[in-house]
């Protein structure tokens, strides 16, 4: 079976499955990393007063530069992601996330030379996460900064390899509480 289809029956039951009382947030969230932005739609689920399920779907986009395996490379990919958050302290939360993207990456070695060569590859990334955050609740709005560290695994490559590794990434999400 796929990655793929293991997402869709979970986020429909993180997005169906819950219980009345429990409280739903549905938001926006940007992360930056040293080689590139993630945008995406979130959700979140309260499980309990101390616990929350997660789920995302968005956008990749890449540039490793030189960072990777070739010289230059570019390209991005949709995916998502499901997480659980548990608060630790105050509102301070302690996460785990594990996303998959569906990435093209257009590369180049040795660009700008009469050597020059082109070639893209479509790779499937995995990318497990911890994730420590800090919700600021304004009224029925919630502020969440987050930082998160993990791993980009490129688990089925067609074509060339391309950039993968220990992975930090900064971001902020805005969320509406229902």
Known sequence: MKVAHIYIPVMFLLLTGSTARAQ????????????????????????????????????????????????DEKGGGFGGSIGYTYRIWNLLRLGARADVWWNTIDWKMDPGTPLEITGTTKVTVFQP?????????????????????????NVQT????????????????FARVF
């Open 24 to 71: 739903h947030q549905i938001g926006v969230e940007f992360q930056a990393y040293p080689a590139g932005q993630i945008a995406s739609l979130n959700y979140g689920c309260s499980l309990g007063t101390n616990g929350a399920l997660e789920a995302r779907i968005g956008y990749n986009f890449i540039d490793h530069r030189d960072q990777g395996v070739q010289d």
């Open 158 to 173: 067609d074509g060339e390899k391309v950039g993968q590794g220990a992975i930090l990434l900064g971001g902020v999400g």
């Open 129 to 153: 996460t911890l994730t420590l955050d800090y919700p600021i609740p304004l009224g029925n709005w919630v502020l969440i900064p987050r930082i998160a560290f993990g791993a980009e695994i």
